[in-house]
């Protein structure tokens, strides 16, 4: 997804808050630069096994 605008953001904003909306519980996992060379990625394939699970 590109964003070419301030209103391309808003549309991304917009979007993501109804999805999140429709969960009650969140849990976010870091996707920076120094997190993924900390395995952040993995860390969060693991915990959406996990919650599959149970």
Do not use: Y
């Amino acid at each position: 997804m590109e964003i070419r605008s301030i209103q391309d953001l808003e549309r991304i904003k917009l979007k993501t808050r109804q999805t999140l909306k429709a969960h009650r519980e969140r849990i976010l996992v870091c996707g920076g630069t120094g997190c993924k060379a900390s395995a952040s990625k993995q860390i969060a394939e693991n915990l959406q096994k996990a919650v599959e699970r149970h």
